[in-house]
DNA sequence: AAAAATTTGTTAAATATTTCTCTTGCATTG
DNA sequence: CAATGCAAGAGAAATATTTAACAAATTTTT
């Protein structure tokens, strides 16, 4: 078990971004009653190299068979654990504009793992009192209502200016991680991890191969 | 002149991926009033190294002074043109739920050179008739709209099920490129370009980081 | 006006990542 | 139940990417 204090292989960043893909794969082959799957089978699916495929893997341990292939079911639950995907997360979502509402949605009803505890925003939302068991506040209880109920990741769909001030609230109060929709670069502490959707950036790189169409 | 027929250094996606970035930071300095910037000040902002980032816009062309540095509008534009961002685009979105709506003003507020010609929906949409100067369509149209208007991204954001029946559409009617913001991974034609927001990709790696927190 | 300090563009070195090759083990078939 | 084929795992080779080093050009200082 990795206690954290043996020095072993860091694993690259490349392949982190490519399981939850393999993942999201598996998944589809699991609904279509697929048992198992061979990493050539599994590469011309995906499009990654069979030989890319396995390496991720054995990164993580062999989880295959020779002669048979990778078991679909064992397989999705193993990289659901290695990410792990098998614990409950409590979320926040900040801001509750039109993307605050669609991640709420996209949450509430595909990441059954990613519990949304409360939601929040300047405004005093009169239409909608609550989301699912989740109560709508206003910011300024936000800081105390992340340590009471110890959430783990806030969701910041704010506009790019109150960015940086909501994650230096809710870094304050306790805060794990961080999933930034902003067009900004939190300044955030060591020990609080980010992961950023740069809508932006995806479309300007979207131009970019457009060019000589 | 790149007519595409002389064998060029191909550009990685690393490289490509990290443009937008740069362009965001300057367009930062920019609002700031900021004239130039040496490649060391711009890393310790960026986090990228001097070298790093000298690398990436030598493949593009020398666009600094020794002794200087860049001239932040310059290369601002610079980058700006590299990405294709001197253009204006057509842009239908297709789903118009919370998603598609949140991209719609996303786009409108802060994307200049796209202009949204159209927006669909399988719905007959009772609150909202158009958005600035786009109409607001049922999807029966959408493919006439395409080829009439001579559309050329197609902003996906429709239930993950009926994302590649959207797609076939748009592709037939001749779309050039693709932001595909559903948890599928689409199966184009060779010609289209297509540019993925997987959002559940995202969670994932966060919650692979936050493993050990 | 000369000297010193900057800072780019570029080439070379170091790392990292991906692909290839080969060995070994398992499963299937006759 | 032996022979054959399939496919994982592992290590080596090949690529690609990133970082470092340095010469040349420019600006600033004295």
């Known amino acids: 078990m990795n206690t954290g204090n043996t020095k072993e292989k ?3 960043r490349a392949v982190i971004k490519r ?7 598996l998944g589809e082959l699991k609904k279509k009653g697929i048992e198992k799957i061979s990493s050539k089978d599994l590469s011309e699916l ?3 190299t069979a030989s890319q495929i396995r390496q991720d893997l054995n990164n993580f341990g062999g989880f295959g068979q020779q002669g048979y292939g990778y078991s679909v079911n064992l397989l999705y639950d193993e990289i659901g654990a290695i990410l ?6 409590q979320i926040v979502i900040v801001g509750y ?9 996209y949450i509430a009803n595909n990441e059954s ?3 949304i505890a409360g939601i929040f925003d300047v ?3 009169i239409q909608d009192v609550e989301f699912k068991d989740a109560q709508i506040l206003t910011c300024g209880s936000l800081s105390g209502f992340v340590k009471k109920e110890n959430i783990d990741i806030a969701v910041i769909t704010v506009p790019a200016e109150k960015a940086q001030i909501v994650a230096d609230t809710v870094c304050d ?3 794990k991680g961080i999933w930034n929709f902003t067009a900004v670069d939190l300044d955030l502490p060591e020990d609080v991890v980010c992961e950023n959707v740069h809508v932006s950036d995806s479309l300007h790189a979207l131009a970019y191969y457009m060019k000589d169409r």
């Open 113 to 115: 793992n990613f519990h």
């Open 97 to 105: 504009g039109r993307l605050g509402q669609a991640m709420a949605n």
């Open 84 to 89: 792990g995907l098998d614990k409950e997360y």
């Open 19 to 25: 399981l939850p893909r393999y993942r999201r794969y």
């Open 10 to 12: 860091q694993i690259s």
């Open 46 to 48: 995906i499009g990654y």
């Open 173 to 175: 109060a306790g805060i």
């Open 123 to 125: 405004r005093q939302i």
